[in-house]
């Protein structure tokens, strides 16, 4: 093994370093509850890396002085792809100050200048719609994204800055190594994520099991209560003269109302599963619930979008009464996010084997880090709010065998997109 490849291989430690402390981060915020410490952070380790490739380049022997070989680009190709353009501009200046404080301004540096900016136009195209290719198309762009700059940093140096004191085989080598470090960094990086989101899963879950089993405690004996009290009440206030009193008495109806509402809500995700299967058309759901929901959206200053066409059906199998409940509180949410009003609007649609309901609002939208907590009891959005309904919502779909998901701008809008089985 040459000294070139044992330098490269270094480079590829701290790499790896840099994604070992990526996964300490994550787990000890989801094992400790730091929610102060914000996905932002992330950039600090493609930092390090970039930090520890510059200072500890191929050795100089093998290399000009005025030029550094290293493996920055592995680290600057997939904080970009996997953090956005925000973190690629400041990876992008980072590394430029960097060299340009270590080396000076050099023949290295003009091979950076001119490489860079160059790699990072397809760069910065690509990481707008990276996250959402499949596994393997992620691992091949990662990588052909590598072997570009390699060949960019190879053809700059050699035919632009007519740098040819760097033997052949060095550049096979760099070549090999930085292409073979991308493949395996973004598998492990993408194995990183993928326990990441199996703990976000399991911490969710155990949540959910507390409330499903305070929820199978909750029976009729906690409402009956309720009920015989609000019917005593209604009885004062329909007796009552003095104008104050009667006010006392129907804050306490409407207080009863709402801690009624909670418990259905707890009742309601105990027992989520469909009892009764049966085939619906999702499309006259939605308008039914439309009609249910327009005098909410009127109050709040919010039009509904919904063009119902009779002769256009999807069907699904499930419970009625359950995805209608499930269809109100997502209504529900999306109208009281249009504070000072605005357009919810629904589109059905048929993709494969699946009927897709997107549902969008132009409110006040959502952080990726509350999207990501969504379903979780006692989270909301909203000043006075449980979250249960939510929760209740994500709880109906998971038994019809559907999915959601859900994309915000912050300021703009929030689509909630659901995704449920086609029943011929």
């Known amino acids: 093994m040459s000294f070139v490849t044992k330098d490269l291989l270094i480079n590829f430690l701290f790499i790896l370093l840099a994604l070992f402390l990526v996964q300490m981060f994550y787990l000890i915020k989801y094992a400790k509850k730091i929610h102060w410490w914000k996905d932002g952070y992330i950039a600090v380790f493609p930092i390090l890396a970039i930090t520890f490739c510059l200072l500890f380049p191929v050795n100089g022997a093998y290399v000009p002085d005025d030029y550094r070989m290293d493996l920055r680009r592995i680290p600057y190709i997939l904080g970009t792809l996997y953090g956005g353009w925000p973190l690629g501009s400041l990876l992008f200046v980072f590394i430029l100050l960097l060299r340009l404080l270590i ?54 140096s050699v035919f632009v800055l007519h740098v040819t004191s760097i033997p052949i085989s060095v550049w096979v080598q760099f070549a090999i190594l930085d292409v073979a470090g991308m493949f395996v960094i973004t598998i492990l990086w993408e194995a990183i994520r993928a326990n990441l989101l199996v703990l976000q899963r399991l ?17 009729h004996e906690v409402r009956n209560p309720l009920t015989a009290s609000r ?44 009892e009764r299967n049966e085939k619906m ?44 409940q499930c269809l109100i509180n997502l209504f529900k949410n999306s109208i009281e996010a249009m504070q000072d009003g605005g357009t919810l609007t629904i589109k059905v649609g048929k993709e494969g084997g699946a009927v897709i309901v997107d549902i969008i609002d132009t409110g006040c939208g959502m952080t990726q880090e509350q ?30 065998k559907g999915k959601v998901s859900v994309s915000s701008v912050k300021g703009k809008e929030t689509c909630f997109s659901l995704e449920f089985p086609l029943c011929e």
């Open 103 to 156: 080396g000076g301004y050099d023949v290295g540096f003009l091979s950076t200048l001119i490489a860079l900016p160059i790699l990072s136009i397809p760069l910065f195209f690509i990481t707008k719609y990276f996250l959402h290719f499949s596994l393997k198309n992620r691992i091949i762009v990662s990588t052909c994204l590598s072997i570009i700059g390699s060949l960019l940093a190879m053809l700059v």
């Open 203 to 219: 911490m969710k879950a155990e949540k959910l099991e507390i409330v499903s089993h305070l929820a199978a405690s909750i029976s």
């Open 231 to 274: 019917g005593f009440m209604q009885m004062l206030q329909e007796d009552e003269k003095e104008p104050a009193k009667k006010c006392y008495i129907s804050i306490a109806i409407n207080e009863l109302d709402r801690a009624k509402e909670i418990i259905d809500d707890y009742l309601l995700f105990a027992n989520s599963a469909p």
């Open 281 to 324: 058309n999702i499309s006259e759901e939605i308008h039914h619930v439309t009609h249910i929901m327009t005098p909410l959206a009127n109050m709040n200053g919010v039009a509904i979008d919904f063009t119902f066409d009779e002769e256009v059906k999807f069907f699904v199998m499930g419970e009625r009464r359950k995805l209608q």
């Open 371 to 400: 999207i990501n907590r969504l379903g979780e009891p006692y989270f909301t959005t909203k000043e006075k709010g449980t979250g249960l309904g939510t929760m209740v919502s994500f709880s109906i779909i998971h038994y019809m």
